[in-house]
């Protein structure tokens, strides 16, 4: 299985920028997946969540400016960033618990894609 992420990139404070993450491979169900984030010298940390039923869940500094999204049939989950910020500057990493045919749950990370906030 295989998470590909795409849409970072630079963008001024206050602006806006789309992740996507696509996944492959040998999937029966995605169950919850998620973004994640690691600034310079920090630690990665959640950013926000969603179900396969769509229930989300978002850490408190990107509530109301994020809104992550997932489209079942494509496996894809997508990350809309608004407003951004400097502080919002990291490395993003998509994340999924996927069951496999046998029905055994792994977890899987992207590869990450770098967001830089900055004038």
């Known amino acids: 299985v295989q998470l590909v992420e795409s849409g970072g990139g630079l963008v001024q404070p206050g602006g806006s920028l789309r992740l996507s993450c696509a996944a492959s491979?040998?999937?029966?169900?995605?169950?919850?997946m998620g973004w994640y984030r690691q600034a310079p010298g920090k630690e990665r940390e959640l950013v926000a969540t969603?179900?396969?039923?769509?229930?989300?869940s978002y850490e408190d500094s990107v509530k109301g400016r994020f809104t992550i999204s997932r489209d079942n049939a494509k496996k894809m989950v997508s990350l809309q960033m608004e407003k951004l910020k400097p502080e919002d500057t990291a490395v993003y990493y998509c994340?999924?618990?996927?069951?496999?045919?046998?029905?055994?749950?792994?977890?899987?990370w992207g590869q990450g894609t770098q967001v830089t906030v900055s004038s």
């Open positions: 994340n999924a618990d996927v069951q496999d045919f046998t029905s055994r749950i792994y977890n899987y």
């Open positions: 969603i179900t396969r039923d769509g229930k989300t």
């Open positions: 491979g040998s999937i029966y169900s995605i169950n919850l």
